[in-house]
């Protein structure tokens, strides 16, 4: 079981990482989902904008794209490929820390591939909620 974080021609300061797999690896368990590898990959927005164009043919900056690269839908080896652009925007937008956000994103990623969505309302509130209790478990945040 893996979770590697890398950068693509952007610095990211992401503290405490031994602590982050664990609380990741740890919520995929509870969710019932056997983790065997995760690549996090921290990049622009110019750089997400063209894996959304290739492979979700989404001409849209987003904050997150995640893959689901297994064939076992119990067993994750994924990617989740997150813009830094976007997490500091959003953090000045939403008037949070843009460490909260990044967790925030880091764990919405994760929750998408222990199977949760966000295409509906409905979807889109579950999530959130989830996020939530992510950020208050891991950064003590509540919300």
Do not use: W
Request: charged share 30%; glycine share 4%; hydrophobic share 35%.
């Amino acid at each position: 079981m893996a979770i590697n974080f890398t950068s693509h021609e952007v610095k990211v300061n992401l503290k405490n990482k031994t602590r982050l797999k664990a609380y990741i690896k740890e919520k995929f368990a509870r969710e019932g989902q056997q983790l065997k590898n995760l690549q996090y990959v921290f990049c622009s927005d110019d750089y997400l904008l063209e894996i959304n164009q290739q492979f979700l043919q989404h001409d849209t900056y987003t904050d997150i794209v995640t893959f689901e690269l297994g064939t076992d839908p119990k067993v994750t080896e994924g990617e989740i490929y997150i813009s830094i652009d976007r997490v500091k925007d959003n953090a000045e937008k939403f008037k949070v820390p843009v460490e909260q956000e990044l967790h925030r994103v880091i764990f919405h990623g994760a929750l998408h591939l222990c199977g949760y969505k966000d295409k509906s309302k409905e979807q889109s509130a579950t999530m959130r909620a989830k996020e939530n209790e992510c950020l208050t478990e891991y950064l003590g945040v509540l919300l």
